[in-house]
């Protein structure tokens, strides 16, 4: 993908996984038009900086940097200094900063303003990490771990507070409605949990109450999902499907089913809601129409496993 | 001999032998590493003192030959060299990836640096919109899907840790201007014949070139052996689209649209196919030799309008003979016979292997053959004769299949009969009368320069002939 694609064509799908390398696609005829090998470390996570500039993938030891607007096959940027899996990454809006989250029990923030981390933050907690997500106020950061406690961290003040919404359970990922009512939570046991969130005016942190909890999949629930405009939210699961749910009744609208699809690791709404992409084991990454259910596209050329994925829509 | 105790000497001989015998540049390498008790005495103007101050009267330290140059640790060496390392080493800082180690708050960063890094930010509702993708979406409803997308799996370019095989792939549907280049295709390795087919074709179809091409299904095409230059070697059969690629070593291929399904694939085992051939038709010829066939026709539109007249003269014929020699033993041959050349392939026998030798398919252009006889007839059985000019086919031999594109570009250079070679064939007589009346009118039709000199030599030996039996 060159610069001038990105001014034509600003929709980047990027994919990545067990077989060492990230892929970048034409999502509307499914072609894969870029791969970079990766090759220290298989993938556990992908996002877009907001310029659309970088790729950042989470690995183990390592968050490298690709570069989306040349043909640069190497990372470019390495960050490193965490001992072990980096689970999650995310970058603050304005990609001031980038968050993360990993194994070595430690979420932290990496300060992308100057080239040497200036201003690093680190939040300690008792186990592996699975999840982070930013509160949409970009002052917040959930962190789920592997001993079931969700972290809510005040990144202004350090302050943080701990919810437990099952014992016995690992969160397994968080999500924050855009509209910031509502945030979600799966479980290993393949629940959603939801509460309600009010929003604290100024210094005050935001408030949680539970909302609702139901069975979103009989296994592992591996992802949850808002769509933009928080009406709907898609969770992925080990039961080999992804479903969607109305984000108010929390009855079930679809099911993204394929024969043999494998464990459904990841998904991403387009922009509008009305597509989603979702990332599997059997080595492809696929396009749903969210009415009909119906798979649109798919995306092969992975040789193993897709477990992440990152999508940015033009708006 | 001589005995010497003084270390420091001994380690300057040493050192003086290596650098003028070593031309691998490994002792430099190695002396790099020197210690600085060593280099301080190397460079010291006083040169081996005594370490304990022994009374060894020797003056004359250094090796006999060599002048201890205290400059030696680096050779000179050539500009290219320098401007090499220069070369890679600017590109080795243009791919150079910047390393962020995770340090610990450094305790003078400014505070206010840090404290407006957290700024919270207002949540605004969005607006209900149609996104890029999903109006890219509606565009492509009736747009079809890229049939050979499923085949974009076994892609080899950019894996890691998964054994791939890369090819010189050239594309034979192309017209001949196109063909000068081969594709590049990675495929990996577990990926069987057709699979590498449909792969080429998804990343052909996705190329500028393949606008004009209608493109078939994967069953369709064939990958056949092909030089380094894209001339694809058609007698060999397609590699068995069931097998994995792994199995074959070419790296160049080229990939052949089908013409004739039961002819190229089951062309080993099982020759009922030329039974279709034999029944008459004319055969298509394959893309190259339509493009000579052209090039023919224009150079000779006379050609052409008898053709018109003898009509199934030129067609594209194959008969079944025997090939006789003096050294050898018959070999079961099929000859194609058209208005541009004659095929002459060993027909595969089932014991093929075991025979001491094979039979190599000829072909011949038209032009080179000089004339065509029967020179005995059995009870059953003719024998015939084909005459070439074995000057041309010297060309075909060498893998030029290109016809002649007229007889005067090549002057027939027959110093003596002994430039005209022939075949003989055996065959019953029905076919033997065919051919031998086919390729003669052929050669009428023609009246190629082979044939003209062959015929003013021929009637030269008979009249001496005559002449000596006048004498």
Same mark, same amino acid.
């Given at each position: 993908m060159t610069i001038e694609n990105l001014d034509n064509d600003q929709i980047i799908l990027a994919t990545g996984g067990y077989d060492h390398t990230i892929k970048l696609w034409q999502t509307h005829s499914g072609i894969c038009n870029r791969t970079v090998q990766h090759a220290d470390s298989q993938v556990n996570d992908l996002e877009i900086t907001p310029d659309r500039h970088l790729l950042a993938a989470a690995s183990y030891q390592h968050i490298y940097m690709y570069d989306l607007t040349s043909n640069n096959p190497n990372a470019i940027v390495n960050y490193e200094g965490t001992s072990k899996n980096v689970t999650s990454v995310g970058f603050q809006q304005d990609g001031k900063w980038m968050y993360s989250g990993g194994e070595d029990c430690r979420a932290r923030i990496w300060d992308l303003r100057s080239r040497n981390n200036q201003c690093p933050k680190i939040f300690e907690v008792q186990s592996a990490i699975n999840c982070t997500?930013?509160?949409?106020?970009?002052?917040?950061?959930?962190?789920?771990?592997?001993?079931?406690?969700?972290?809510?961290?005040?990144?202004?003040?350090?302050?943080?507070?701990?919810?437990?919404p099952e014992n016995d359970a690992m969160i397994l990922d968080i999500d924050i409605s855009p509209d910031s009512n509502l945030m979600a939570s799966v479980n290993n046991k393949g629940r959603c949990y939801i509460w309600s969130l009010e929003t604290g005016l100024g210094d005050i942190a935001t408030k949680l109450t539970p909302r609702h909890k139901f069975e979103a999949h009989k296994r592992h629930a591996l992802k949850c999902k808002f769509s933009p405009d928080s009406r709907l939210l898609v969770t992925t699961s080990a039961d080999q499907t992804a479903r969607i749910w109305c984000s108010e009744t929390f009855i079930l609208l679809q099911e993204l089913k394929q024969e043999n699809q494998r464990w459904v690791w990841d998904a991403a709404f387009s922009g509008d809601g009305q597509y989603v992409f979702t990332a599997s084991s059997d080595g492809y990454a696929k396009l749903w129409n969210v009415k009909t259910g119906a798979m649109e596209r798919d995306y092969a050329s992975h040789q193993k496993a897709v477990v992440a994925l990152a999508f940015k829509d033009v708006p | 001999m001589a005995l010497y105790d003084n270390k420091y000497w001994l380690l300057s001989h040493i050192r003086n032998s290596f650098i003028s015998t070593d031309d691998t540049g490994m002792c430099e390498l190695v002396m790099a590493g020197e210690g600085k008790d060593i280099k301080f005495h190397l460079s010291n103007m006083e040169l081996y003192p005594d370490p304990e101050d022994s009374d060894d009267e020797e003056d004359d330290f250094e090796s006999y030959d060599l002048p201890l140059d205290m400059d030696f640790s680096t050779r000179e060496r050539s500009s290219t060299k320098v401007q090499l390392e220069k070369l890679d080493q600017a590109r080795k800082k243009v791919g150079r990836m910047r390393h962020i180690r995770w340090e610990t708050r450094n305790k003078n960063a400014p505070d206010e640096e840090c404290s407006n890094m957290f700024v919270k930010k207002e949540v605004k509702p969005k607006k209900e919109h149609t996104s890029k993708l999903s109006a890219l979406m509606k565009n492509c409803l009736n747009v079809p899907r890229n049939p050979y997308i499923e085949y974009a799996k076994f892609d080899g370019s950019g894996q890691v840790n998964v054994p791939v095989k890369k090819y010189k792939m050239y594309i034979t549907m192309l017209p001949q201007h196109q063909r000068n280049y081969p594709m590049h295709i990675s495929c990996v390795a577990n990926a069987k014949i057709?699979? %590498?087919?449909?792969?080429? =074709?998804? *990343?052909?179809?996705?190329?500028?070139?393949? @606008?004009?091409?209608?493109? +078939?299904?994967?069953?369709?095409?064939?990958?056949?052996?092909?030089?380094?230059?894209?001339?694809?070697?058609?007698?060999?059969p397609c590699l068995d689209p069931k097998e994995p690629v792994s199995k074959f070593g070419f790296s160049t291929l080229g990939l052949v649209e089908h013409k004739d399904v039961a002819k190229t694939v089951n062309f080993p085992e099982d020759y009922q196919s030329v039974s279709i051939l034999e029944s008459n038709r004319t055969r298509t010829l394959s893309d190259k030799s339509k493009a000579d066939e052209?090039?023919?026709?224009?150079?000779?539109?006379?050609?052409?309008?008898?053709?018109?007249? %003898?009509?199934?003269?030129? =067609?594209? *014929?194959?008969?079944?003979?025997?090939?006789? @020699?003096?050294?050898?033993? +018959?070999?079961?041959?099929?000859?194609?016979?058209?208005?541009?050349r004659i095929e002459i392939d060993p027909?595969?026998?089932?014991?093929?292997?075991?025979?001491?030798?094979?039979?190599?398919?000829?072909?011949?252009?038209?032009?080179?053959?000089?004339?065509?006889?029967?020179?005995?007839?059995?009870?059953?059985?003719?024998?015939?004769?084909?005459?070439?000019?074995?000057?041309?086919?010297?060309?075909?031999?060498?893998?030029?299949?290109?016809?002649?594109?007229?007889?005067?570009?090549?002057?027939?250079?027959?110093?003596?009969?002994?430039?005209?070679?022939?075949?003989?064939?055996?065959?019953?007589?029905?076919?033997?009368?065919?051919i031998v009346q086919k390729i003669r009118l052929i050669l009428e039709l023609k009246s190629t320069a082979s044939r003209e000199k062959y015929m003013a030599a021929r009637e030269k030996k008979t009249k001496k002939k005559n002449i000596n039996f006048i004498k």
């Open positions: 997500c930013l509160h949409p106020n970009q002052v917040e950061l959930f962190v789920g771990d592997q001993n079931g406690i969700i972290y809510r961290w005040d990144l202004r003040t350090d302050n943080n507070e701990q919810l437990i | 057709q699979d %590498l087919i449909g792969l080429i =074709l998804l *990343k052909f179809s996705s190329t500028q070139e393949a @606008s004009g091409i209608n493109l +078939k299904s994967v069953s369709q095409y064939g990958l056949y052996i092909t030089e380094e230059d894209g001339e694809v070697d058609r007698d060999f052209n090039r023919q026709m224009e150079n000779d539109i006379q050609a052409v309008e008898e053709h018109n007249k %003898l009509m199934e003269a030129p =067609l594209y *014929k194959s008969f079944r003979a025997h090939m006789l @020699s003096k050294v050898k033993p +018959k070999v079961e041959v099929s000859i194609g016979v058209s208005g541009e027909v595969p026998q089932k014991s093929s292997k075991l025979l001491p030798f094979k039979q190599k398919a000829v072909s011949h252009p038209i032009d080179t053959i000089a004339w065509c006889e029967i020179t005995d007839v059995k009870h059953t059985r003719s024998c015939f004769r084909l005459v070439y000019s074995a000057m041309s086919s010297h060309n075909v031999q060498q893998g030029e299949v290109s016809a002649l594109s007229s007889a005067s570009s090549y002057p027939p250079t027959l110093h003596s009969s002994a430039s005209f070679k022939h075949y003989d064939f055996e065959s019953d007589n029905k076919t033997a009368q065919d």
